[in-house]
């Protein structure tokens, strides 16, 4: 019997879709339920059904070949179609919904402070939060809008700028007064409070050092390393060291007093933060009307 739309076997290009978009043959099987063997037999499979390869075997796991990439493309953009299509007919029924992608700190600093005003404003919407500090592909999975700082070079997208940043050293107003007296100079030998692991974007002390023309960290008593900005703010607030930040971020707690500026210094993000989404994403209603309203903040 002849194929609908000359298609592949439809068990065949979503596991080969899991594959390329986890870059493992383990994580698409945990995904999809299945064991490795199975994930691999159904890739085989669709490779003889197009003779071709679409993975080739690198020293870390697999890679995929210029047909398993553009086949993957093409996957991509189908099943985001077909999710707006799913979640257009579920929000007719349902009332319509959204889901918003952000890091912790954007989601603690920012958003969250805010988005009781939307609540308000679109109570028929469903707002869900998707917060995690990896890497948001919004080609793929259910994230509708990202709050994302970077340079804007993200392939697939579209998006509006919000507003640039300034980074500078900010500490307790204990810690500044037990450090009387400190200058730009003296930064790379206090405890620093270093942010490592997540967007690769994101200003740490080695560049913003590198800025100021102030050399490489020294190794002082107390300075560590966190995953997580809204630890090192909260570890900064505490007087454990000094921490950078980012003024759209800590502005509150600057005005409050929770932190203080420990210098003058003040670095221009070479980025900016942006409202970013899939090109291939149709435009809901609700996520035009989130669009337009944090345009408005």
Not at 120 to 126: F, M, N
Not at 241 to 250: F, S
Not at 265 to 290: C, E, I, K
Request: hydrophobic share 45%.
């Amino acid at each position: 019997m002849r194929r609908p739309y000359d298609l592949p076997p439809l068990t065949t290009l979503a596991a080969f879709e899991a594959v390329a978009r986890h870059g493992s043959m383990k994580d698409a099987a945990a995904e999809l339920n299945v064991t490795p063997g199975a994930v691999s037999r159904q890739v085989k499979a669709l490779e003889g059904e197009l003779r071709r390869p679409l993975f080739v075997r690198v020293h870390r796991g697999i890679e995929l070949t210029l047909d398993g990439a553009e086949l993957s493309e093409a996957l991509a953009r189908g099943f985001t179609h077909v999710a707006d299509v799913c979640r257009r007919i579920r929000d007719a029924t349902d009332g319509p919904s959204l889901t918003i992608g952000a890091t912790t700190a954007f989601a603690g600093f920012w958003l969250i402070p805010r988005i009781g005003a939307f609540w308000q404003d679109h109570p028929e919407i469903t707002v869900n939060h998707a917060v995690s500090d990896d890497p948001i592909d919004l080609r793929r999975g259910p994230v509708d809008l990202a709050l994302r700082y970077g340079l804007s070079e993200w392939p697939g997208t579209d998006r509006i700028k919000l507003f640039g940043d300034r980074l500078f050293p900010v500490c307790s107003p204990a810690f500044k007064a037990a450090h009387a007296g400190v200058r730009a100079g003296d930064l790379s030998r206090l405890p620093l409070l270093r942010l490592k692991g997540v967007d690769p974007a994101w200003i740490d002390w080695d560049s913003f050092l590198a800025w100021a023309g102030l050399g490489p960290i020294e190794r002082p008593k107390g300075g560590r390393s966190l995953n997580n900005y809204t630890v090192v703010i909260q570890a900064a607030r505490d007087g454990q060291g000094v921490a950078l930040g980012w003024e759209r971020l800590v502005g509150p707690m600057i005005e409050s007093g929770e932190l203080v500026r420990l210098t003058d210094l003040a670095m221009p993000a070479p980025g900016a933060h942006y409202l970013a989404w899939s090109a291939d994403r149709v435009v809901t209603p609700a996520m035009a009307a989130f669009r337009d309203w944090v345009m408005t903040q």
